[in-house]
């Protein structure tokens, strides 16, 4: 039978977590000063005049570079609770993670051919 009294500490968590950023945007919202001059709407706040345009375009190698870091680092993340219980799992799970660990090293080998991972 589903007791909803066994999620009571779930449910005190999810309104507690939903309610103090709310709550911290509408405290900074009424209590930050307004007060606005010349340097508070100009480009930058640091006391130098800025040199050119402020709008700057990357080259999309750059977002390569940046896509191709966080889809490896995160894969590897997927490692690491496999790697804390691998003495349970037993040998299927060892072939499932060599067959991942393997389309890793495919992928970082399309992207190295591709010129993913170059930087100049």
């Known amino acids: 039978m589903f007791l909803l009294h066994e999620y009571d500490i779930f449910w005190a968590f999810l ?9 911290a945007f509408l405290i ?3 209590l930050a ?11 930058y706040e640091s006391g ?3 040199m050119g345009d402020a709008w700057l375009q990357f080259r999309i190698r750059y977002y390569m570079f940046a896509l191709v870091f ?5 894969e590897t993340v ?9 003495d349970v799992l037993g040998v299927s799970v060892f072939i ?8 890793l090293i495919v992928g970082s080998v399309y ?8 930087w100049s």
């Not at 307004?34 to 340097?39: D, F, L, W």
């Not at 997927?78 to 691998?86: D, E, K, R």
């Not at 992207?111 to 170059?118: D, N, P, T």
């Open 28 to 30: 900074s919202g009424v």
């Open 70 to 74: 966080v889809v490896f680092d995160v």
């Open 33 to 43: 000063p307004i007060r606005e001059g010349p340097e508070k709407l100009s480009s």
């Open 48 to 50: 130098i005049e800025p």
């Open 111 to 118: 992207a190295w051919r591709k010129g993913a991972l170059e």
């Open 15 to 23: 309104i507690i977590s939903s309610v103090i950023p709310i709550l």
């Open 96 to 103: 499932e993670a060599l067959i991942f660990v393997l389309i």
């Open 78 to 86: 997927f490692l690491y609770p496999w790697a804390m219980s691998f």
